[in-house]
């Protein structure tokens, strides 16, 4: 017999309020110390968006 296990609120489609829905994934190697610092921001995902938007943009 299969154990029932996780979040069924997991299986609900994924919702944003965002002009251009974030749909891919990236993903990146970093030092050690990097990632301590990145981890200590209040949001450490929008960090790692905007960081990457602002040196693209600069690069344009």
Do not use: W
Not at 7 to 32: C, I, S, W
Not at 35 to 45: L, Y
Request: glycine fraction near 2%.
């Amino acid at each position: 017999m299969s154990k029932n296990k996780g979040n069924p609120d997991n299986l609900k489609p994924f919702t944003t309020d965002r002009e251009r829905p974030l749909t891919e994934y990236l993903h990146l190697r970093v030092t050690k110390e990097m990632k301590e610092e990145v981890k200590a921001k209040d949001d450490p995902p929008e960090f790692c968006r905007q960081a990457i938007q602002e040196k693209l943009d600069r690069e344009k």
